[in-house]
């Protein structure tokens, strides 16, 4: 067991009464998920391809199965068949994405990694499978990879399980974390071995506390009604969602985000290491049936200042990300693809990408999603059965790919892993999540959901 696994084991052991933790590997014979799984011995005779540079892929979810495909020509590497409603989660190691599907996290191999050898990279690819393994999950919440460890919180027990993010596909050394109740939450892994986690139950939650790599009690708020999501930004400077605003924990202490309006729920955030600020949704209306917003918030985690920015449209959970440079990246609904300087607020290009679009009223429905990998971003057109590349800096879709199904969700893998993990550094990449409250995991999933709160994900 590594350092990391020492530390989660005495947090989980060290953790006070109301965080009770049971901690140990998981079972040699993990569950099984649904349909197409493969075996060790599939996986064995699933050959590898010498390449000559990374070659990125994309996971993108369709009523019945996963698509998989090349980021490059966004032609189809794989289709399998997956029944249900799956979302996806980045597993933060460049290869794998964790499918949120019956019975728990799949693990998905996308089929391309990268192997750090001496001052270059190796590259290989293969055919992209559904992996025997799968950490259990009543309802499989979300799923944040950062400094190396990848935690799944289950938000139908409470349970949390830790594993180094280059052990995802292994299953080896996984620690558990037992909060006290279930609820649709989140928990962040930190450097030095500390939890970000959240607490509550079914009925509400408010509680943000953060342990050390003992379990002992850092910092902890009851200051956020309604928690959901999670984003971290430049520094480790993390933001949790909030109803009546956000949380900022950075420097050991957790400061709270002042909002103009009484109800200003930031459920969805979108950090970037490049940048100090972080982009989030706004909605003001605590008995919409489904709260349309065309304003979104910019949090600078340096002074927890609020910046709100009207946009031409309405979005979605699904349509914030960020630039490779941390732009903030907003779609809305007249279908163009908002570029916007996180510190000036200022909406520097609008790129037209897809038709005219309207959020539908059931968070599963598929609506426009977007995804930063490799320099590009990815846009899915759930209308013309197709996904685009965009170059943000010419203003250009460089290519389209027709599908012959209608896209959902999408995640996507490197086909290397980051940079500070392949050199053993424990400064890894921040996770972007999504948030939606349904409370359920068919939940984010990578997420979260969307992010109305449909308890449940609220992206």
């Not at 109301?18 to 998981?26: D, I």
């Not at 001052?119 to 799968?134: A, G, R």
Request: hydrophobic share 35%; glycine share 10%; charged share 25%.
């Amino acid at each position: 067991m590594n350092t990391r696994s020492r530390a989660a084991t005495a947090l989980a052991l060290a953790l006070p009464l109301a965080l009770v933790a049971a901690c140990g590997t998981a079972s040699e014979e993990p569950a099984t998920g649904a349909d197409s799984s493969a075996s060790a011995e599939e996986s064995t005779e699933n050959a590898a391809t010498p390449m000559q540079s990374r070659s990125p892929r994309l996971a993108v979810t369709y009523d019945g199965g996963i698509k998989v495909l090349d980021a490059q020509t966004l032609e189809e590497v794989a289709d399998l068949e997956l029944a249900g409603f799956n979302r996806l989660n980045a597993a933060g190691d460049g290869q794998h994405v964790l499918v949120s599907t019956t019975g728990g996290f799949q693990v998905l191999d996308t089929g391309t990694w990268g192997q750090h050898h001496g001052d270059h990279y190796d590259y290989y690819t293969s055919t992209p499978q559904l992996t025997d393994v799968t950490y259990a999950a009543e309802l499989p919440g979300h799923a944040v990879p950062h400094d190396g460890v990848t935690a799944l919180f289950d938000d139908g027990t409470g349970l949390i399980q830790l594993v180094d993010t280059d052990e995802i596909a292994t299953q080896e050394g996984v620690e558990e974390v037992q909060l006290p109740e279930a609820h649709h939450g989140v928990a962040v892994p930190l450097s030095g071995g500390s939890l970000l986690v959240t607490d509550g139950n079914e009925d509400e939650r408010s509680t943000v506390r953060v342990l050390d790599a003992d379990g002992e009690e850092i910092v902890a708020s009851d200051d956020c009604p309604g928690v959901h999501g999670e984003a971290v930004a430049a520094d480790e400077a993390v933001v949790v969602g909030c109803e009546d605003g956000a949380l900022i924990y950075a420097d050991g202490k957790i400061t709270k985000v002042s909002t103009p309006d009484d109800y200003s729920r930031i459920g969805n955030q979108a950090g970037s290491e490049a940048s100090p600020i972080m982009l989030g949704d706004y909605k003001t209306d605590p008995d919409a049936e489904l709260e349309r917003p065309t304003t979104i918030s910019l949090i600078d985690t340096r002074d927890a200042s609020l910046e709100l920015v009207e946009l031409p449209g309405s979005y979605s959970f699904r349509s914030i990300a960020r630039g490779d440079d941390g732009e903030a990246l907003v779609l809305t609904t007249d279908g163009a693809l908002q570029v916007i300087d996180p510190e000036t607020a200022e909406i520097t290009a609008s790129i037209p990408v897809v038709d005219e679009w309207e959020e539908p009223m059931d968070w599963q429905e598929p609506r426009p999603a977007l995804l930063t990998l490799d320099g590009s971003v990815y846009v899915t057109d759930p209308a013309n059965n197709a996904i685009h590349a965009v170059d943000i800096i010419d203003g250009s879709v460089w290519v389209t790919g027709e599908l012959d199904v209608t896209p959902n969700e999408i995640a996507g893998a490197l086909g290397q892993p980051p940079v500070e993990q392949a050199h053993g550094d424990d400064d890894h990449e921040g996770h972007e999540d999504e948030d939606e409250d349904h409370e359920g995991h068919e939940d984010e999933g990578h997420d979260d959901h969307e992010d109305d709160d449909h308890e449940g994900h609220d992206h």
